[in-house]
């Protein structure tokens, strides 16, 4: 489906519509630093992408992380992974950090790592300079 909620019953309520099984609602969460980070990155403009982040709201309880992404921000908000630029292969033999069996990063910490390694790059192996943030996804 690809749309993005920031009120879960919506988002519950357009999967279900959909008539399918195979459908599931994601939800995308960030640390209250990185979140910060990132409206920051972003100017700090008074817009409603980022209502929920200054809302501060936790993650549900009932909620399962299956891993975590490096993600770069283009105008309007459209996201696209670390993978992208497939650095993959080159983190795990130069940081030792391996993917999860959903191919994301096991750990916040490990995420962190691959995005300073990633921005530390020489400037012509750097990827293209837009926000990048750490998110976690969780079902």
Excluded at 12 to 18: E, Q
Excluded at 64 to 81: C, K, N, Q, T
Aim: charged share 20%; hydrophobic share 45%.
């Amino acid at each position: 489906m690809g749309d993005w909620f920031q009120n879960r019953a919506e988002a519950d309520r357009a999967a279900g519509s959909l008539g399918r099984a195979d459908v599931r609602v994601v939800t995308v969460a960030m640390s209250q630093p990185d979140a910060d980070h990132f409206m920051v990155q972003w100017g700090d403009v008074p817009t409603p992408w980022f209502d929920l982040m200054r809302r501060r709201q936790p993650l549900a309880s009932t909620a399962r992380v299956l891993g975590y992404e490096v993600v770069g921000a283009e105008e309007p908000l459209d996201f696209h992974s670390w993978h992208c630029h497939g650095f993959a292969d080159e983190v795990s033999g130069e940081l030792g950090v391996t993917l999860n069996q959903h191919g994301m990063l096991s750990s916040i910490a490990d995420a962190h790592q691959v995005l300073n390694w990633m921005l530390s790059r020489p400037q012509q192996d750097r990827p293209k300079e837009v926000p990048w943030t750490v998110v976690a996804l969780a079902v």
